[in-house]
Structure formats: C-alpha cells, structure tokens
C-alpha cells in the first residue's frame, strides 16, 4: 500500500488523467475518489492545483469528445450500446433523452454529477447535432465543477485523507486488499442492482413480426410510443400514439380496458416500454405487451415508418 500512496504522489496528474479518461469512456473505474486524493496533495503543495484542475478537464473533454463523434456518426446506436456495455439501467437512455430535450446542451452542466448520464449524453449531443463550439463549452465547464468540486472536497479535508492513506499505507497488503474489495463491492452493487432492474421487467413481449401480421389481418391494437421527441424524429409505427414523459407519470392515456395495448421505445431490453406497460397493467389494462427491439427492430425488418 505504500508503494501506491508514492505511486500517487510522484505521478498524480498522470493517474487523474488515465483515470478520469478511463471512467468517462464508460469504464466502471471511479475518478473521484483520486481526484479528492489528488486534491489533498496539490493543497500541500506536491503540484499545483490549476495543473490538477486541468489535467483532469481536458481528459474528461477527450474521452467525451470521442462519445459526441460517434454519436454524430452513429446515431442513436451508438447510445444503446453505451447502455448495454455500463452498469447504469437500461433505462438510461430515456431519462437521458428526457433531461437533454428539456435542457439541450446546458445539462452538460451537471451531466457528470448524474450517474449514468455523461457518456450518453456526450452521444446525444452529436447525434442531435449540438455544434460542436456549444458542446465543447458546455461540456467543458460542467467537467471543471465536476473535477473542481472533488479537489475542493480533497483541499478541504486534506487531514482527514492524510490519516486515511497512512492507516491503509500502515495495514500494508491488508490496506491494499481493503481498497480492492471496496471497487469489487461497488461494481458488485451497481450489477446487481441493473440485475434486479431487468428481472422486475420480466413480462410476455410481441416480436415485429407478430405485429405486422396483426396489422396486415386488419386487428388493430392500440399502439404506443413512449420515446422522447429527440428520438422520434427518425418517425414512428404507423397509427402509433405517443406519450409524453409527463404523461406518462399521471397516467394521462385512455384507452379501452378490453383493447390489445402495444407499447415500445428505443432502450436496450426495451425497459422504458416495459416500465409503461407494468403501469398500465397496474391500471386494469390486462392484454400490454412491450414489442421486442423496440422502433430499431421495427425499421431493421424493413416495415414502414411513419412521419
């Protein structure tokens, strides 16, 4: 543990860098936790803080740069797979949607203090087509409050940190092994928290297919787009009708109790789909069905699309 704590002090700017870089590609690798450490130290005087400070912005604004590219490039893809591959819930992409169409690129402001919003609200920018001066503002202010804030907190309790370090650097391997287990418990508790996340979306879905032939038989179930206005613009299922999030949370939507209700959106596991559908079964409505692969699986087989 010692070795780490001089780690530390002789190439703190380099590890806040790869670091803070990792974390914001989408790795499950918290920065915070250096970024205090690293602050602590700059306070007393091992490096200067706005070094520190700006080593920490100009990795953040790298690593979402490269998300606002592929999302430019991409598309909506790009956001599905950002779910797919963090350890936030599947619904990340809804909410993100949500919070960038209310507040466009001023959420970049806070985007880092929101776990799971970042990385694909970086994507969301590119492929919404935020130019690219208004992004890199936005996006760079909000990461000097993110990372200035952790060196503050670091500044500010630097004793209290230097008596932490020293107990791990005294426990030795022990001090090392404790750090360990606090990462594994971490991403351990946001896996399984995804995990319970999807088994309570457990429900029977309609494929595509089964869908174009109830349309094509003349059966007319109720059709709903939950999506947000952003993702809606690449146009929806024929007759669909779409709810708002606001909407959505009073229950503004009425339909006959008796009527086949079909709910999608574009979020992995279609879990903004299924969330709606548990409400509207907790309503009365028995026949609700989340289509699966949502409006992307709808387009990928080649059936029409609506303005």
């Not at 508790?189 to 003349?218: C, H, N, P």
Request: charged share 15%; net charge positive.
């Amino acid at each position: 543990m010692s070795y780490l704590y001089h780690l530390i002090e002789q190439y703190g700017l380099i590890i806040v860098f790869l670091n803070v870089l990792t974390e914001q590609l989408g790795a499950p690798i918290p920065a915070y936790p250096t970024l205090v450490i690293t602050g602590a130290l700059a306070w007393r005087g091992q490096y200067p803080i706005v070094l520190l400070l700006l080593v920490a912005v100009v990795a953040a604004l790298i690593a979402d740069y490269v998300w606002y590219l592929a999302g430019r490039r991409y598309g909506r893809r790009i956001m599905s797979t950002l779910c797919r591959i963090s350890l936030s819930p599947d619904s990340c992409v809804r909410q993100t949607e949500s919070i960038y169409s209310r507040w466009g690129a001023r959420s970049l402001l806070v985007a880092k203090f929101i776990p799971g919003f970042a990385s694909i609200a970086s994507a969301l920018a590119g492929t919404v087509g935020t130019s690219r001066g208004k992004f890199l503002l936005y996006d760079g202010v909000g990461a000097a409050l993110w990372s200035g804030l952790a060196i503050f907190l670091g500044a500010l309790f630097n004793t209290a940190i230097d008596d932490v370090l020293s107990v791990l650097a005294e426990l030795g391997q022990y001090g090392m092994m404790l750090v360990l287990i606090g990462f594994a418990v971490f991403v351990a508790s946001k896996w399984w928290q995804r995990r319970r996340f999807r088994k309570s979306l457990e429900m029977a879905r309609i494929s595509v297919g089964e869908l174009d032939r109830l349309l094509k038989s003349g059966v007319r179930p109720t059709i709903v787009d939950v999506r947000s206005p952003a993702s809606q613009q690449i146009g929806r299922i024929p007759g669909a009708l779409t709810i708002s999030n606001q909407e959505i949370q009073t229950f503004a939507f009425e339909a006959p109790m008796e009527d086949e209700v079909i709910v999608y959106c574009a979020c992995p596991n279609e879990a903004s789909a299924a969330l709606v559908a548990k409400q509207l079964m907790r309503r009365g409505y028995k026949r609700v069905r989340p289509l699966t692969g949502g409006i992307d699986a709808w387009v990928a087989a080649g059936h029409s699309i609506e303005a």
